[in-house]
């Protein structure tokens, strides 16, 4: 005679029951017992926030809270310098006063760490945000990722690799880390292709010659990826202006909305180079706020 012979079918139902009962009250105490947002943080910064700890080394952000509203879309800013150097302190836009959650990340940087940790990084940070949506009053259906340089390469990257390259490893599994739209700064898009010598050298101890193809961004785009806004300058002598039309070319193959736009005498920084730019600093900012208004506010692709 087995256990569940001594209950009637009445009192099954009634043990199932309070099992049910048992499962839910679990499941709602998980709920309260996360965080809820301070709204004495509205309006303010909050810096060196740990998100995630690959092989104990502790990672941190910076964020930049709106003044009012919520829950906000969140921006992922991702620095540049090379794979090298760089700090999240060196954010460009922080465009809180548009109503967008600001996030500026660290990522682990060469030679100390080999590609692909900074990928793994950007994806894990993605993810943190995710887990604790309600702790910063984010929407986590609406993230997007912009960086400059390298971090244009990491955001492109991160934007359209999805978990079968392995990169999501670490914390917070059990979220996502694909994002809504993607904004590339003069980043790097197809590794094997057309650099000055010191670049291509750099590239090469980053991602070593057995990666440069799995690590370029081009290599992922499908009709699946977010929209993304392609933003590079004409005179740009770091990254040449052939890697913005090699995205710009393969998400458009792919069926993916993209946006190229050209800074005429621009830099690798957009800086004047021999003339004024066209369009201006404030025009490019503003620019990137109407993609950013478009898709992740209307929802539109």
């Given amino acids: 005679m087995t256990p569940s012979h001594h209950f ?14 048992l499962l839910l009250a679990g499941f709602l105490l998980a709920g309260m017992l996360r965080p809820s947002f301070d709204p004495l943080k509205l309006g303010s910064s909050e810096f060196d926030i740990p998100y995630c700890s690959p092989g104990g080394i502790e990672l941190k952000m910076d964020l930049y809270y709106p003044a009012y509203g919520g829950p906000w879309p969140a921006l992922v800013y991702v620095h540049g310098g090379g794979w090298t150097e760089g700090d999240k ?13 600001v996030a500026s990340i660290n990522y682990r940087l060469y030679p100390a760490f080999q590609f692909p940790a900074m990928i793994e990084d950007v ?3 993605v993810r943190f945000l995710r ?13 997007a990722l912009i960086g400059h340089s390298a971090g244009g390469h990491l955001v492109a990257l991160a934007g359209l690799a999805d978990e079968s390259a ?9 979220q996502s880390s694909r994002v809504q739209a993607v904004v590339v700064l003069a980043g790097p898009a197809d590794l094997t292709r057309g650099f000055p010598g010191w670049v291509d050298q750099l590239l090469r101890g980053v991602f070593g010659a057995e990666q440069l ?5 081009v290599t992922y785009a499908s009709p699946d990826d977010p929209p993304f806004l392609v933003i590079h300058g004409e005179a740009d002598p770091v990254v040449p202006l052939e890697q913005a039309t090699l995205l710009a070319q393969a998400l458009t193959n792919a069926g993916v909305p993209v946006e190229l736009l050209t800074v005429r005498n621009g830099g690798h920084g957009f800086e004047p180079v021999g003339a004024e730019t066209i369009p201006s600093g404030p025009e490019i900012y503003q620019r990137m706020l109407e993609f950013l208004e478009r898709v992740l506010r209307s929802g539109s692709r």
Avoid: F, M
Wanted: net charge positive; hydrophobic share 35%.
């Fill in 123 to 125: 994806k894990c940070a």
């Fill in 166 to 174: 392995g990169w999501d490893v670490g914390q917070y599994r059990n």
């Fill in 131 to 143: 887990q604790h949506a309600r702790q910063y009053n984010l929407d986590p259906e609406r993230i």
């Fill in 8 to 21: 009637s079918p009445r009192g099954r139902l009634i043990l199932l029951a309070g099992l049910g009962a």
């Fill in 213 to 217: 193809v799995s690590g370029s961004p």
């Fill in 89 to 101: 302190s060196g954010v460009l836009v922080t465009p809180s006063e548009a109503g967008y959650l």
